[in-house]
């Protein structure tokens, strides 16, 4: 059973042409419908290594997005305790 890194570079060897099929089955001990099979498998899923990264920034948006919102609400709350402070002990309640 071969390792999912070696299969990529194998993959990868074979759409870049750096090798012929003869090279990679000698050199590789890999048989040449393995190899196709992996350059198959690694055009194919080569389009959700970009989904992934979209959905990861689309998490971090969401992210930013709840944190901003949660600090304006506290920033609201420091206001407002901050006014009662004053009522409470005037100017001098600031202090604290």
Do not use: C, Y
């Amino acid at each position: 059973m071969h390792k999912p890194e070696f299969k990529a570079k194998v993959a990868l060897t074979t759409i870049k042409g750096e090798m012929t099929m003869a090279d990679m089955v000698e050199k590789l001990d890999v048989q040449p419908g393995q190899i196709t099979q992996w350059k198959k498998q690694l055009l194919f899923s080569t389009g959700a290594a970009f989904d992934k990264v979209d959905k990861v920034a689309d998490d971090h948006r969401q992210e930013v997005l709840e944190l901003r919102a949660r600090i304006g609400q506290l920033t609201m709350e420091n206001d407002f305790l901050e006014r009662g402070l004053e009522r409470i002990h005037g100017l001098r309640g600031k202090r604290w």
